[in-house]
């Protein structure tokens, strides 16, 4: 049995740049959430950054996450991140133990 996917993505924003940050977050959000197999997707900004934010996410499997990143909003939402991100946002997977 599955324990499904879990994921910790870290991301930095450009200096003054974290209201495109959270606006981008606040409008994919509850159309990720809607998606068929989306557990939980959470943003977070680290505590004493303006500019470090954490993203967790929980999907029921691989095939739900293949999905979520084909999407059009999600792909939208990469092009546009890209104006206003210091780099590439790191994805960790958990394993449960």
């Keep these: ?8 993505i870290l991301i930095e924003v450009k200096a003054g740049q974290a209201a495109q940050q959270i606006a981008l977050y606040n409008k994919v959000k509850p ?10 997707y959470e943003m977070n900004r680290i ?15 691989q095939d739900a996450l293949t999905l979520h990143d084909q999407t059009l909003h999600m792909k939208e ?4 991140s890209l104006s206003f991100r210091v780099g590439p946002a790191k994805v960790i997977q958990l394993s449960r133990l």
């Design 31 to 40: 159309l990720v959430l809607a998606e068929a197999g989306c557990l939980q």
């Design 47 to 61: 505590t004493g950054s303006d500019v470090q934010f954490v993203l967790i996410e929980s999907w029921t499997s």
């Design 1 to 8: 049995m599955s324990n499904g996917i879990k994921l910790v």
């Design 77 to 80: 939402a990469d092009a546009l």
